[in-house]
C-alpha cells in the first residue's frame, strides 16, 4: 500500500508498506508529472519513463516484516501540479512495481476564500424566539428543507413560532425566507389550529412537500376544525394545498365523504406522492372516496391492508386502481414510488397492487410488466412518463408507453438496483455485483466499480444523474480512481463521491483530499428526506446536490480537504466544480469550502439548481448579527450584505438622552419689522459689565437645567 502525507507546494513525503518476506529487500519511489505520464502513454512508451526516483541508491528495508511503513521525502517539485508516483521493491524473487497513484502540490498563495467569489448571507431571522433550526429529522422526527430551483428562497422548520404570519401552533412551525436586495425576511407559514391538533406526540411537521419554486406548499390537516376558508369536512383526516396568498385548498371535500359509513375518527388518510409542481397528488385510503371505488370491510371499517389509491388535481378525485378492462376499483392499490410515478402534469401514474405493475392514463389502465409475465418492480419513469424502468429476476426492462413494448437493457442479467435515468430515458444506470453499467444507445457497458447500495432505488437513494444523463454522481466505498480512500493504518475504506462524465468516460473523485493523501473522515450526499419516521412518512424530495449542468457537486465530509479548516473532524460542507467552471481554472477540477471549516461543523441542506445558492446549517456565527445559534446560510455567488457598523458604546451623562428641543412658536404675522440692528462690540468698563452680565444669564441658565439635588 501508498500513500503520500505533509503535501506541501514543493515537497511530499511518499509512504509505503512494505513486506519483505523474510528476503533483504530494496526499495524506491518513482514519480513524474502527470502530463508527462501522459505523454509517454501516448508516444507507447511507459509512463514512468524519465521518472524521477528516490532515494538513490535504492533504499534497503532489510529483511522487513508485514506492513512495515517506509517513508522518503520528495523535494524540488513543482507548486499547484499533479504528480503520479509508484514504488519498485525488489529482492532474490524479483522485482515488485506498486499501483500507480497520484497526489498534487498546493499552489503557491492560492487566494483564501470561498470559489467563485462566494458570499455568505445569514437566510434565519437574529430573533428566532429562544430556538433554533431544526435540520433533517430534528423536529419530530422530520422537517421540511427545500431551497426554490432558481433561488432566493428556502423553506425551513423550527419548534418555536417567530416572524410575521404565524397562525397556530403545531408540532413544528414552517418558515420561507425570501431573498430581496437588502436582505433575507422570514414569513411564518405555519396554518391556524387549536393547540395539540397534531396530537401530543406529532411525527414530523405538517408541511410535506413543496413545489419548485414554494409557491405551494402541502400539508396534513387538523382533525377539527377545517382550515378557513375551504370545504374541508369536519373531523375527517385531510390535507392541504396552500398557495402564496396563504390561501388553503382542502383535498379532501364534503362531497368526498358523503356516502362514507364510517366514523371519521376511523378514517385514515394517507399522502403517496405528487407531481412536482403539485398540481397533482396521489393519496390514499381504504375508504371508498367515488363512486368507482370499492372498499374492503372489516369489523370496524374498511381494511387498511387493502387501500385505494386516489389522484388529487383541482376537478376533485379521480380511482387510480382500476385494472384494465374493468369499471370499478379493485384493491390494494399503491403508487409504485413515492416520487416518479406520477408525471409532471399528472396524465400518466403508475400504481401497483402488490404483484404486478401498471399505467393509469386517462380513462383506461395498461399492465407495464404484462410482456415479462408480471411480477415488475417499478424503478423510475421519465418526467412525463412516456418510458418507465422495472426489473424483474435481476433483469432491467424498459417499457415504451407509445408502443407498448417491453426491452431487456441487461440480457446478462445480475441487476441488484438501478441509481438513475436521463429525462428522456436515453441513458440509464443500473448496477450489478461487479460494477455499474450505461445503457445507452442500443448498447451497455460497465463505467465504473459497483457502487455501495445507498445508491438506490432512484426514488430514494443518493445517487443523482443530469438531466441530459451525460453525468451520474455516486457515493462508493471500492477504490474507484488512482487515489486509495483507505485508511493507511487500519486499510478499512472510506466512502467517497464520485462523478461519471459520460462524455470523456472519466471518473472523477470530488470528495477526494486533493492533495491524495489519505482520508480522515468519511463524504456523503443526502438521499431523499423524509419527514417524520415510520411507513408513513413522506419522502418524496432529494436535496440538489448535483448542478443541472452536472460541473458542480455539493456534500459534506469529515476529512480535510483545504487550507483554514478547523482541527476538529465535525463535517463540514464543500463544492467542488469542473475546469473552467465558475472560479476554477485547474483542469481536474477544485475543491473549496462552502461552510466556514470551524469547530462545529455544518451540514448540506440544498442549492439552486444552478448552484449559485448553496444553504447550508451551522452554529457557528458567519456575520456580526448572528448571536451563535443554529441558523441556515446562503453561500451565494457574488453575495454578501454590508453589515451596519457596530454604534460607539456611551459612558456616563453621554447614555442620557437629549433634551427636546425648545418651542418655537409660530410668528402671528408676516408683516416686516425693523430688523436687527448693527453688530456693535463694547469697548473699556462697559465691555467688562457686559462680559459680567453674560456670565451671569449663562449661570441662571445653567441652574434653570439642573436645580438643586436632580442628578446629572
Not at 524506491?28 to 508529472?33: D, S
Not at 406522492?273 to 398540481?279: E, V
Not at 401498471?358 to 424503478?379: I, K, S, W
Amino acid at each position: 500500500m501508498t500513500w503520500v502525507t505533509s503535501v506541501q507546494d514543493t515537497s511530499a513525503a511518499l509512504n509505503a508498506h512494505l513486506d519483505c518476506g523474510g528476503l533483504a529487500t530494496g526499495y524506491r519511489f518513482e514519480y513524474i508529472r502527470a502530463t508527462d505520464l501522459a505523454a509517454n502513454v501516448e508516444a507507447g512508451r511507459d509512463g514512468f519513463a524519465g521518472a524521477a526516483r528516490i532515494p538513490q541508491p535504492d533504499a534497503n528495508a532489510g529483511k522487513c516484516a508485514a506492513n512495515v511503513k517506509e517513508t522518503t521525502q520528495a523535494n524540488g517539485l513543482q507548486a499547484g501540479t499533479e504528480y503520479r508516483y509508484r514504488i519498485v521493491a525488489h529482492n532474490t524473487d524479483g522485482t515488485l512495481t506498486g499501483p500507480e497513484a497520484a497526489f498534487a502540490t498546493r499552489a503557491s498563495g492560492a487566494p483564501a476564500g470561498l470559489l467563485d467569489g462566494r458570499g455568505w448571507e445569514m437566510v434565519t431571522p437574529v430573533d428566532k424566539n429562544g430556538g433554533a433550526i431544526e435540520g433533517f429529522g430534528g423536529n419530530n422526527g422530520g422537517g421540511v428543507l427545500q431551497a426554490a430551483t432558481q433561488g432566493g428562497a428556502i423553506s425551513y422548520s423550527a419548534r418555536t413560532s417567530f416572524g410575521e404570519g404565524g397562525e397556530g401552533a403545531p408540532g413544528g412551525s414552517q418558515y420561507v425566507s425570501q431573498r430581496s436586495a437588502s436582505g433575507w425576511a422570514a414569513r411564518n407559514i405555519s396554518p391556524p389550529m387549536p393547540s395539540g391538533g397534531y396530537g401530543s406526540e406529532p411525527e414530523g411537521v405538517p408541511y410535506q412537500f413543496f413545489s419548485p419554486d414554494l409557491a405551494r406548499g402541502l400539508l396534513a390537516g387538523v382533525p377539527d376544525p377545517p382550515l378557513p376558508g375551504t370545504d374541508a369536512p369536519a373531523g375527517y383526516a385531510n390535507y392541504y394545498l396552500r398557495d402564496t396568498t396563504g390561501a388553503y385548498t382542502a383535498l379532501l371535500r364534503q362531497g368526498d365523504v358523503g356516502g362514507l359509513g364510517l366514523n371519521p375518527a376511523d378514517f385514515s388518510l394517507a399522502f403517496a406522492g405528487a407531481s412536482p409542481d403539485l398540481g397533482h397528488v396521489a393519496l390514499s385510503t381504504c375508504a371508498a372516496l367515488t363512486a368507482d371505488a370499492v372498499e374492503v370491510p372489516t369489523a370496524s371499517g374498511c381494511d387498511p391492508a387493502s387501500p385505494n389509491l386516489y389522484e388529487w388535481a383541482p376537478g376533485g378525485l379521480r380511482l387510480v386502481n382500476m385494472l384494465p378492462g374493468d369499471s370499478t376499483g379493485t384493491p390494494p392499490g399503491r403508487l409504485a414510488a413515492p416520487a416518479g410515478a406520477v408525471s409532471s402534469d399528472g396524465s400518466r401514474v403508475y400504481w401497483t397492487d402488490g404483484t404486478d405493475l401498471y399505467l393509469r392514463e386517462g380513462n383506461r389502465t395498461v399492465q407495464v410488466d404484462e410482456g415479462v409475465g408480471g411480477g415488475g418492480a417499478f424503478q423510475l419513469a421519465t418526467p412525463n412518463g412516456a418510458v418507465a424502468l422495472f426489473t424483474k429476476a435481476e433483469h432491467l426492462y424498459r417499457y415504451d408507453v407509445a408502443t407498448e413494448g417491453t426491452t431487456d437493457l441487461t440480457p446478462g442479467g445480475g441487476v441488484t438496483g438501478v441509481l438513475g435515468a436521463s429525462d428522456d430515458g436515453s441513458y440509464v444506470y443500473s448496477a450489478t455485483a461487479s460494477g455499474i453499467r450505461l445503457s445507452h444507445g442500443g448498447g451497455s457497458g460497465e463505467v465504473a466499480p459497483a457502487p455501495d447500495t445507498v445508491n438506490f432505488p432512484p426514488s430514494s437513494g443518493t445517487a443523482r444523474v443530469s438531466s441530459d444523463g451525460r453525468h451520474l454522481l455516486f457515493v462508493s466505498s471500492a477504490r474507484v480512481t488512482l487515489y486509495d480512500n483507505s485508511n493507511p493504518d487500519t486499510g478499512e475504506p472510506t466512502n467517497e463521491v464520485y462523478l461519471y462524465d459520460a462524455a470523456t468516460n472519466a471518473i472523477t473523485c470530488v470528495s477526494c483530499n486533493p492533495s491524495g493523501e489519505p482520508p480522515i473522515g468519511a463524504a456523503s450526499i443526502p438521499g431523499a428526506i423524509a419527514n417524520g419516521v415510520g411507513p408513513a412518512a413522506a419522502r418524496v424530495y432529494k436535496p440538489r446536490v448535483l448542478s443541472a449542468d452536472g460541473r458542480r457537486v455539493f456534500f459534506n465530509s469529515s476529512d480535510r480537504l483545504v487550507d483554514g479548516q478547523g482541527p476538529d473532524t465535525a463535517p463540514d460542507v464543500f463544492e467542488w466544480e469542473a475546469g473552467g467552471t465558475g472560479s476554477c481554472a485547474r483542469p481536474q477540477g477544485c475543491v473549496g469550502l462552502i461552510s466556514s471549516g470551524r469547530p462545529g461543523g455544518a451540514t448540506f441542506v440544498d442549492a439552486s439548481a444552478d448552484g449559485a445558492d448553496v444553504f447550508f446549517l451551522t452554529a457557528a456565527s458567519l456575520v456580526k448579527a448572528d448571536p451563535d445559534a443554529v441558523d441556515i446560510y446562503d453561500a451565494r455567488e457574488g453575495g454578501g450584505f454590508p453589515e451596519p457598523e457596530a454604534p460607539i458604546p456611551c459612558e456616563e451623562d453621554a447614555c442620557q438622552p437629549l433634551p427636546p428641543p425648545p418651542d418655537d412658536p409660530s410668528p402671528g404675522t408676516l408683516v416686516p419689522g425693523e430688523g436687527n440692528p448693527p453688530v456693535h462690540f463694547p469697548t473699556g468698563k462697559k465691555a467688562k459689565r457686559h462680559h459680567g452680565k453674560k456670565r451671569h444669564r449663562k449661570h441662571q441658565a445653567k441652574k434653570a437645567r439642573h436645580p438643586a439635588g436632580s442628578r446629572r
